[in-house]
């Protein structure tokens, strides 16, 4: 789960990270009350969820109350690589010396959280790595050790900054700080960039990217609703069903037992000329009322022509599955083809429910390159037909 | 003894009264898995799919000999069921398990190394050396003995890959179905260089998907030590860049992690990639009879 700026610049501000003055605002009035409050001049500052928002003028300093209006009723009404901007954060303008970068991060080389830092922040750290290699610390952290006292050194060192002046003694804490807080909040990523140094050697956090780990979220039941803000109504139906689910542009609609297996459905009605409109994981042992609700949801998108249910029963049976879809048929109108595939755990079972249900448009496929045509097939016959009415 | 387990291997289900670990620990015995004991806190003197249940995993060492555990508990206590596991002496564990936080892997991870203890999972259906061994989840009746290793990120495609070997008279040595996650235990490298050791094993599948680097480490690695035949078979060609698929390992971000990216270092290095199941077969025949010429001058 990605968070806001806000939301993790709240988490900073709790965990001693030091960041500037600033409020949210939903509304140009809002945004210019808040600047009033905080003092000229400040920065406005759209809120979403996607990187790349200060090249989209997403990111604005403002001098005078008039720029503040001029500013938020711009960046209010952004969509940003297809995200809307949610609302905007008005802060303090910090005087900055100089940028820098930091971060931790979970990698699934090291197995565990590295700590990277660069001299040089504010910009793409990926082309720092590739021009300066030298410029970067990249240190894994024992999570048993936790963050030890040699590393914050190195940091230190990389930075050029003096171990027991001012500045040296603000970045180590926020060094520290910014490892309790990652492995407090159970956080996947924690990055900082630029982390600004003032020209009296303040350390400041000028932005906050904080990811938290889905499966973790049992541990801060505070975050459970932050998880569900910025779904529409079908990835939350989704979500509390226990699905993954993902929208797509196409008009097959997709279900099926684990995520390589989607996936791999995907690529399979790409190469016959067909293209999914979502990719829908029931996970593993679903129960037939799962089962109706993901057909439910798959649905809910108007323009799925045809959809391709595929199980492969390890610890799903193929039994539940049929029943879940004969259920799903008594609760929601289907009016579109459906082709499905039942092999593995109970798999005859399975077919010999739907054979006896016998439901409308259902047709049962052998394996998945022929069920893969017969969607393809359906998807086609359908939009014909609706065409000619 | 094909890779890592075989009949001889003592088996321990932690959470066997649990419905999942009940189930299975029934359906590992009926596959012809040596299912020695089960633990449960609190549980110790029952009874459950034939085995007995011990409070402790170090009890169900001293009294049975278990040498591999398989762990069905909840996302929220696996941790403290593999770290229990590790201190008792058990050389690998199975984590079958989903959804487990990543900071509580990365810990496990960093104990287990101190205690040479191997890790497969979480959030994988296990390993089944066919007829002889069958820790965790996979259905056992698609799989057949012979001398070809599969090793995997993705359950579901593991069953389908090995539904296909064997439907076509391809038996298999061992299968690894590595877990999905991206915190996991032994990776490709690993379960590469056990096949490339086994006498057994013939030739080696591989099935990887979207998301980090394993399958570019893997090409790496098959091209310097890998001397039998290897073939691969890859997911998310079709998925779109930045989304998360399904699972916490699927995510392919900008130019890094995608299939394409993949399928290039994969054929760099000389192994044949499949973009469906039904291709695994045909290049997996190629690759042994090119190899077997090989072998014959």
Same mark, same amino acid.
């Given at each position: 789960?990605d968070?806001?700026?806000?939301?993790?610049?709240?988490?900073?501000?709790?965990?001693?990270?030091?960041?500037?003055a600033?409020?949210?605002?939903?509304?140009?009035?809002?945004?210019?009350?808040?600047?009033?409050?905080?003092?000229?001049?400040?920065?406005?500052?759209?809120?979403?969820?996607?990187? !790349?928002?200060?090249?989209?003028?997403?990111?604005?300093?403002?001098?005078?109350?008039?720029?503040?209006?001029?500013?938020?009723?711009? &960046?209010?009404?952004?969509?940003?690589?297809?995200?809307?901007?949610?609302?905007?954060?008005?802060?303090?303008?910090?005087?900055?010396a100089?940028?820098?970068?930091?971060?931790?991060?979970?990698?699934r080389?090291?197995?565990?959280?590295?700590?990277?830092?660069a001299?040089?922040?504010?910009?793409?750290?990926e082309?720092?790595a590739?021009?300066?290699?030298?410029?970067?610390?990249?240190?894994?952290i024992?999570? /048993?050790?936790?963050?030890?006292?040699?590393?914050?050194?190195?940091?230190?060192?990389?930075?050029?900054?003096?171990?027991?002046?001012?500045?040296?003694?603000?970045? !180590?804490?926020?060094?520290?700080?910014?490892?309790?807080?990652?492995?407090?909040?159970?956080?996947?990523?924690?990055?900082?960039?630029?982390?600004?140094?003032?020209?009296?050697?303040?350390?400041?956090?000028?932005?906050?990217?904080?990811?938290?780990?889905?499966?973790?979220?049992?541990?801060?039941?505070?975050?459970m609703? /932050?998880?569900?803000?910025?779904?529409?109504?079908?990835?939350?139906?989704?979500?509390?069903?226990?699905?993954?689910?993902?929208?797509?542009?196409?008009?097959?609609?997709?279900?099926?037992?684990?995520?390589?297996?989607?996936?791999?459905?995907?690529?399979?009605?790409?190469a016959?000329?067909?293209?999914?409109?979502?990719?829908?994981?029931?996970?593993?042992?679903?129960?037939?009322?799962?089962?109706?609700q993901?057909?439910?949801?798959?649905?809910?998108?108007?323009?799925?022509?045809?959809?391709?249910?595929?199980?492969?029963?390890? &610890?799903?049976?193929?039994?539940?599955?049929?029943?879940? /879809?004969?259920?799903?048929f008594?609760q929601?109108?289907?009016?579109?083809?459906?082709?499905?595939?039942?092999?593995?755990?109970?798999?005859?079972?399975?077919?010999?429910?739907?054979?006896?249900?016998?439901?409308?448009?259902v047709?049962?496929?052998?394996?998945?390159?022929?069920?893969?045509?017969?969607?393809?097939?359906?998807?086609?016959?359908?939009?014909?037909?609706?065409?000619?009415? | 003894?094909?890779?890592?387990?075989?009949?001889?291997?003592?088996v321990l289900?932690?959470?066997?009264?649990?419905?999942?670990?009940?189930?299975?620990?029934?359906?590992?015995?009926?596959?012809?898995?040596?299912v020695?004991?089960?633990?449960?806190?609190?549980?110790?003197?029952?009874?459950?799919?034939?085995?007995?249940?011990?409070?402790?995993?170090?009890?169900?060492?001293?009294?049975?000999?278990?040498?591999?555990?398989?762990?069905?508990?909840?996302?929220?206590?696996?941790?403290?069921?593999?770290?229990e596991?590790?201190?008792?002496?058990?050389?690998? $564990?199975?984590?079958?398990?989903e959804?487990?936080?990543a900071?509580?892997?990365?810990?496990?991870?960093?104990?287990?190394?101190?205690?040479?203890?191997?890790?497969?999972?979480?959030?994988?259906?296990?390993?089944?050396?066919p007829?002889?061994?069958?820790?965790?989840?996979?259905?056992?009746?698609?799989?057949?003995?012979?001398?070809?290793?599969?090793?995997?990120?993705?359950?579901?495609?593991?069953?389908?890959?090995?539904?296909?070997?064997?439907?076509?008279?391809?038996?298999?040595?061992?299968? $690894?179905?590595?877990?999905?996650?991206?915190?996991?235990?032994?990776?490709?490298?690993d379960?590469?260089?056990?096949?490339?050791?086994?006498?057994e094993?013939?030739?080696?599948?591989?099935i990887?998907?979207?998301?980090?680097?394993?399958?570019?480490?893997?090409?790496?690695?098959?091209?310097? +030590?890998?001397?039998?035949?290897?073939v691969?078979?890859?997911?998310?060609?079709?998925?779109p860049?930045?989304?998360?698929?399904?699972?916490?390992?699927?995510?392919?971000?900008?130019?890094?992690?995608?299939?394409?990216?993949?399928?290039?270092?994969?054929?760099a290095?000389?192994?044949?990639?499949?973009?469906?199941?039904?291709?695994?077969?045909p290049?997996?025949?190629?690759?042994?009879?090119?190899?077997? +010429?090989k072998?014959?001058?």
């Amino acid at each position: 789960m990605d968070l806001l700026e806000h939301q993790g610049k709240e988490l900073f501000a709790k965990a001693g990270l030091p960041v500037m003055a600033g409020e949210t605002a939903w509304t140009p009035t809002e945004a210019v009350d808040a600047a009033r409050r905080l003092g000229l001049p400040v920065v406005v500052k759209a809120q979403v969820k996607t990187g !790349g928002r200060g090249k989209a003028g997403g990111v604005r300093r403002c001098a005078t109350l008039e720029d503040v209006e001029a500013a938020a009723t711009a &960046i209010l009404t952004m969509t940003i690589k297809d995200k809307p901007v949610e609302c905007v954060l008005v802060e303090e303008a910090a005087d900055i010396a100089r940028e820098m970068y930091l971060s931790i991060l979970l990698s699934r080389a090291d197995r565990g959280p590295v700590l990277v830092f660069a001299r040089e922040g504010g910009v793409d750290i990926e082309s720092i790595a590739r021009r300066d290699p030298d410029a970067l610390v990249r240190r894994p952290i024992d999570p /048993l050790l936790g963050l030890c006292d040699y590393q914050v050194r190195d940091v230190l060192a990389a930075a050029g900054v003096p171990r027991k002046s001012f500045a040296g003694r603000s970045l !180590g804490a926020v060094v520290k700080a910014a490892w309790q807080l990652y492995y407090e909040t159970d956080a996947t990523l924690l990055e900082v960039n630029p982390l600004a140094l003032t020209p009296d050697g303040v350390v400041v956090c000028l932005d906050a990217k904080v990811t938290v780990d889905d499966s973790a979220l049992f541990r801060h039941p505070d975050f459970m609703a /932050l998880a569900e803000g910025g779904l529409d109504e079908r990835e939350l139906k989704a979500r509390r069903a226990g699905l993954a689910f993902v929208a797509l542009d196409g008009d097959i609609g997709v279900l099926g037992n684990g995520a390589g297996m989607v996936m791999s459905t995907i690529d399979q009605l790409a190469a016959s000329g067909g293209r999914a409109a979502d990719f829908c994981d029931l996970g593993g042992g679903a129960r037939s009322e799962v089962v109706a609700q993901a057909l439910e949801v798959v649905l809910e998108d108007e323009g799925v022509k045809a959809v391709l249910v595929s199980i492969f029963g390890g &610890i799903t049976r193929c039994d539940e599955v049929a029943r879940g /879809l004969i259920q799903a048929f008594g609760q929601t109108q289907v009016d579109v083809p459906v082709v499905v595939r039942l092999d593995g755990t109970a798999a005859s079972a399975g077919r010999k429910i739907l054979a006896e249900a016998a439901l409308d448009g259902v047709r049962v496929a052998a394996s998945v390159p022929e069920a893969v045509t017969m969607v393809v097939a359906a998807a086609r016959g359908t939009a014909v037909d609706r065409e000619g009415v | 003894m094909a890779i890592l387990v075989d009949e001889t291997t003592r088996v321990l289900v932690q959470g066997v009264t649990g419905r999942e670990g009940a189930f299975h620990a029934a359906r590992m015995r009926a596959a012809g898995t040596n299912v020695v004991a089960g633990t449960s806190p609190g549980r110790a003197g029952q009874e459950v799919a034939g085995v007995p249940v011990f409070d402790t995993v170090a009890d169900a060492v001293v009294h049975t000999g278990a040498e591999v555990s398989v762990v069905f508990v909840p996302s929220g206590f696996a941790r403290d069921a593999m770290i229990e596991s590790a201190d008792a002496g058990i050389r690998l $564990i199975v984590c079958v398990t989903e959804d487990i936080p990543a900071r509580d892997m990365a810990e496990v991870i960093s104990h287990l190394e101190r205690r040479d203890t191997l890790l497969i999972g979480p959030n994988g259906p296990g390993i089944v050396t066919p007829r002889r061994c069958n820790v965790g989840i996979m259905p056992a009746e698609v799989c057949m003995p012979g001398a070809v290793g599969v090793v995997s990120r993705s359950g579901t495609l593991t069953y389908e890959v090995v539904s296909a070997l064997t439907d076509t008279g391809i038996g298999q040595s061992t299968v $690894i179905g590595m877990g999905g996650d991206p915190v996991h235990g032994l990776g490709f490298v690993d379960c590469l260089a056990y096949y490339q050791q086994d006498p057994e094993t013939e030739a080696v599948v591989l099935i990887g998907e979207i998301g980090g680097n394993d399958e570019e480490t893997a090409a790496a690695f098959i091209k310097k +030590k890998v001397t039998k035949p290897v073939v691969a078979f890859l997911a998310g060609f079709a998925a779109p860049p930045g989304k998360r698929m399904g699972h916490a390992g699927a995510i392919s971000e900008g130019g890094a992690g995608t299939a394409a990216d993949k399928k290039k270092a994969l054929e760099a290095a000389g192994i044949p990639v499949a973009k469906a199941p039904s291709e695994v077969i045909p290049l997996l025949k190629k690759s042994m009879e090119k190899a077997e +010429k090989k072998r014959n001058g």
